[in-house]
């Protein structure tokens, strides 16, 4: 899939890692946290990395190094019983434990994490004296606000489990490009205020097509253009357009400048007296 | 002073509540206590008795203040912000105040940024390491971010091979979050770590029993410290060094 | 929008008092049906009801508050001034207010403030819109702000078409900053201007006339395009021409 361009690169630094995708599997599965079938996790894992390799998404080493992690834990199960112990302590644990304590601790930042969240959609409600409530400055992240990256490359691999034997059409290079399945959401997002992200790899058949149509829909994120909402943990990806941008970039402080030009230099007259009269009345107080 | 003009001697929660109104920034209960010391001496007569309140009184008007108001439902409240009290608006009438200042879009944090941000404040001061540990991703890019907007900030350097940037959340995060101590999240007990962490990984390595000796005897003389008097110049120190 | 976070529907009286604390000046009846209108429709559902609220009964909602505000001693009223309403403390507490306020003078300063005092500071003396030429935003306020803080003066009138005011820094800048001149300032010699203001801008203006022309068509004709939205643009009107 070289023929993405680099321009449409998104990094995954900005999104969840790796121990968010196996969190994301095992909800997914409805597992046990503290039996986890290491067989079909670690495949399910590798599918989605085989994944994000076609979506050519910048994959960070984190990602490779729980990958490795996964395969060493399952060859561990895979040994019988008495090697198992033998080759370990005789108090060691399942092989599986340290992962395990890791998920288990990440889990409850993760809800930590949650609650500030909940914290900060409410004091987005609330303003202070001089209506300075403490806002932050800088642009959003990329931010996949409802679903997550591993939501809607679900929906992606989907989609091309559809088409999976019509790899032929590959054949067809520069058929399909990003720029122009941006162009096709943002249009059909005019027709119809909200659609399902799988509706939009409706009647493809090329994997190619269905790629740049999700890597469109990543841009749109990126560009804040789109948002992915999704009612309930797994249930359809819906996507939305967003409210335009009133003034992207502008300070708090200076957004509302209620009245113009003239107004200042009327003031800054009447303060210019005043520190006439100041210096005087100054004087008088420190007689 | 022209006393003429002020026939009726207010009552402490209504002080309380023009204070707050007029308050740029949240105040702690002995700023207010300073403005009506200034008050009582300046004005003297009956206006002595304010100068005589003391911070329970204090904090018990706030409490009336913040009752009486939700009772009113005039559609402000008293909230406790990073140790000191603010008048802000009701959150359900949030939506019509954006309205009218025409703040319709708010930025968010992200959901790795609001991750590293609750390991932060849960395990501060802690090691960038640590925090890459728990999330199992690198989160240079995004702890920089969080220092950029104030809400994360540099300690001070740890004590551990390297001299690695202990980090910690900041006042504007408690404000941004509404939050008044760091302590009041929920789980703190159970998220927090047992030991600080040079403690801990020094324990990791060598073992320091002394060390961790000598660091709590400091803790305890620094709280001996801060029983002082309460003279006006205390006051004032204690106002300053709070709000550092 | 996140209707999840607002369960409970606010009554008109908590609206009104939560719009006239986070407002920065007097509002109209308008301008707060106008609020009203926006919310109820942005939100949709049961806020629709917000968007029917009449003049009537808003003003109604506000008498509702003034009363509400009496009884319970908030320190707190509303006024009626020059025909739009205002939250302000009660005179009684007066006193206690001013005695907060000068003793407040610590003040932190905001980024934005920050910035535009150093090219203030560096540049002096200096147009408001060389100011905003550095920044790339209006400074309309802030700059007020900073007169008001008394960190930046008038110093004259420029030469220049249509006289524009010229901005310098104060002595109590110096004092707030610790600073004892102002060439003392790191870097001062580098950011200084080669040339007096005046001469410079008077080289641009003359180039730059029909450019300038070609610009203030534009903004017009932008601004009769807006007219779109006929009721809520007629309340608009209502709302400016209200407070002229």
């Not at chain 1, 994944?51 to 998404?57: E, S, Y």
């Not at chain 1, 190094?65 to 060493?72: F, K, N």
């Not at chain 1, 804040?224 to 708090?252: G, W």
């Not at chain 2, 023009?18 to 008050?39: N, Q, S, V």
Request: net charge negative; glycine share 4%.
């Amino acid at each position: 899939m070289e023929l993405i361009k680099d321009d449409y690169k998104v990094s995954l630094e900005v999104f969840e890692g790796p121990l968010d995708l196996l969190l994301y599997l095992i909800k997914k599965d409805e597992v046990d946290i503290y039996d986890i079938p290491i067989g079909r996790i670690t495949d399910q894992y590798m599918e989605y990395l085989r994944l994000m390799k076609v979506l050519d998404l910048n994959i960070a080493g984190d990602f490779i190094v729980m990958s490795a992690t996964l395969m060493l834990i399952k060859s561990r199960m895979l040994l019988p019983v008495e090697e198992q112990k033998a080759d370990q302590d005789e108090d060691e644990e399942d092989p599986r434990w340290d992962l395990v304590r890791q998920l288990v601790e990440y889990k409850k930042f993760k809800d930590a994490a949650d609650h500030l969240e909940d914290l900060e959609l409410h004091m987005e409600n609330v303003f202070a004296r001089e209506s300075e409530h403490v806002e932050l400055g800088a642009p959003p992240d990329v931010d996949l606000k409802d679903a997550s990256i591993f939501d809607l490359i679900s929906a992606l691999n989907e989609a091309l489990g559809r088409v999976q034997e019509e790899d032929l059409q590959e054949i067809f290079a520069e058929e399909y490009t990003v720029g122009q399945k941006v162009t096709f959401i943002v249009e059909n997002l005019k027709v119809v205020s909200r659609m399902c992200v799988s509706d939009l790899f409706g009647g493809m058949t090329s994997r190619q097509e269905i790629v740049c149509t999700f890597l469109a829909v990543l841009e749109l994120i990126k560009l804040n253009k789109i948002a992915c909402v999704q009612d309930d943990p797994f249930s359809p990806i819906m996507v939305e357009p967003r409210e335009p941008d009133p003034v992207p970039t502008l300070p708090p402080e200076e957004e509302e400048v209620p009245h113009p030009e003239f107004e200042l230099d009327d003031e800054s007259a009447e303060v210019e007296e005043d520190l006439g009269d100041d210096d005087e009345f100054d004087d008088e107080d420190e007689l | 002073m022209s006393e003429s003009t002020l026939e009726i001697l207010p009552e402490l929660k209504q002080i309380v509540g023009a204070l707050l109104f007029a308050a740029r920034e949240p105040l702690t209960i002995k700023r207010m206590r300073k403005a009506m010391i200034e008050t009582g001496n300046g004005f003297g007569g009956p206006y002595e008795q304010y100068a005589k309140a003391t911070d329970a009184q204090i904090e018990g008007a706030i409490e009336q203040l913040i009752e009486d108001l939700d009772h009113a439902k005039a559609g402000l409240s008293v909230a406790l912000v990073a140790g000191a009290y603010r008048l802000q608006n009701d959150a359900a009438c949030g939506p019509f105040v954006r309205a009218l200042l025409e703040k319709n879009q708010t930025m968010r944090l992200s959901k790795p940024a609001l991750e590293t941000l609750a390991i932060v404040a849960y395990r501060q001061p802690c090691l960038r390491s640590e925090i890459e540990e728990v999330r199992g991703v690198s989160v240079d890019a995004v702890l920089r971010k969080l220092i950029d907007m104030q809400l994360v900030r540099v300690v001070r350097r740890s004590e551990l091979p390297g001299r690695p940037w202990l980090f910690g959340t900041t006042q504007k995060f408690l404000e941004h979050f509404g939050i008044n101590d760091i302590n009041d999240l929920p789980g703190s007990q159970e998220l927090k770590r047992a030991m600080p962490v040079e403690e801990k990984k020094k324990k990791e390595t060598t073992e320091d029993l002394p060390a961790l000796k000598e660091e709590l005897n400091k803790t305890e003389s620094e709280v001996e410290e801060d029983a002082s008097d309460k003279s006006m110049a205390a006051l004032d120190e204690e106002i300053e060094r709070e709000e550092n």
